[in-house]
């Protein structure tokens, strides 16, 4: 199986290229972004040294869905999706948060909360609350984006008072964010999933504020099944859940989370194999659709190269 791991393009106009985590964005003529889901994984942090095949397609194909979906919502980046790894869309500039809303105490916020946090990113939460329990109402809990190691969770006040974004702007995110979040959890509702939380990153351009990168992907948001939810939250048993928390829990019962002194388990082809196989499955129960693995997945490069610089000329002409 064939995975895109890294990418070295140049296409017609190019200025320059930024390798994320997982995406490689190429900037078109300080106009459009050439935005590449690679199949590398990332979980604490850092890239794990295999890539998943088809995880990038999964990525892509969801977000383009979703920004779809909400248009009506807010305006987004999104122009076209020439290939099923890539999205072009409109260069923004990008904000330095990123917009996270949880509906349900879990992850990194249950594990604060355990150790008696009773405070995230200036939101106070309710005593006496159990794990994977849903809050009185979805809390917005902003981090400030890293360029490299971890983000860092900050308060709507704290961003605000350090000029990081406007009042008036962070109104606007604030509110998209909510909507957003609102029609997510709709989305949900009717594949029998729950929208637990999920993160939105936004920037600007010529004045206005546009939903830009992924939207209600596994690697941004976590699932659960509806299915089963109150018994096992009863019962205080895990959550049956969609999202890539799988690949974490799997990474720390290898004793990893990216602390000082760990070493990074193998990835064997049959579990880079198996956690293809749970993207697949994540794609099919959050869309609603048969996964159909893209065509010419022999040289993924060519492919995208071929595409991209097709729909660049023609956009051209």
């Not at 999933?193 to 004045?207: N, S």
Request: charged share 30%.
């Amino acid at each position: 199986m064939k995975a895109l791991t890294k990418t070295d393009f140049s296409f017609e106009g190019q200025k320059s290229v930024y390798h994320g985590k997982v995406r490689d964005v190429y900037n078109i003529n300080d106009d459009l972004m050439v935005m590449v889901a690679t199949d590398r994984i990332s979980a604490f942090d850092v890239i794990l040294p295999k890539g998943i095949p088809y995880k990038g397609q999964v990525l892509n194909q969801i977000a383009a869905k979703f920004l779809d979906a909400t248009s009506d919502i807010c305006p987004n980046w999104k122009l076209a999706t020439p290939d099923p790894m890539v999205t072009v869309g409109l260069k923004c500039e990008g904000f330095r948060v990123e917009m996270i809303i949880r509906s349900i105490l879990t992850g990194s916020a249950w594990r604060e909360y355990k150790n008696g946090c009773r405070e995230i990113c200036g939101v106070r939460l309710p005593e006496g609350m159990k794990e994977n329990e849903h809050f009185p109402e979805p809390i917005i809990t902003p981090t400030t984006k890293a360029d490299e190691g971890h983000d860092l969770n900050i308060s709507r006040e704290e961003i605000i008072a350090q000029g990081i974004v406007s009042e008036e702007d962070y109104k606007v995110m604030e509110d998209y964010t909510r909507k957003l979040f609102a029609r997510g959890q709709e989305i949900a509702k009717k594949q029998g999933l729950i929208l637990v939380d999920t993160k939105y990153e936004f920037g600007k351009r010529d004045g206005k504020v546009y939903l830009i990168d992924e939207i209600h992907t596994p690697d941004s948001s976590r699932y659960f099944y509806a299915d089963g939810y109150e018994e096992k939250l009863a019962k205080g048993e895990p959550q049956k859940q969609l999202s890539k928390e799988f690949v974490r829990q799997w990474l720390i019962e290898h004793n990893f989370m990216n602390e000082p002194g760990q070493t990074m388990p193998e990835i064997t082809d049959a579990y880079a194999e198996s956690v293809s196989e749970r993207y697949i499955e994540l794609y099919e129960h959050i869309i609603g659709e048969k996964f159909e693995k893209a065509a010419d997945s022999d040289d993924i490069a060519a492919r995208i190269e071929k595409n991209v610089s097709a729909y660049l000329k023609n956009r051209k002409a």
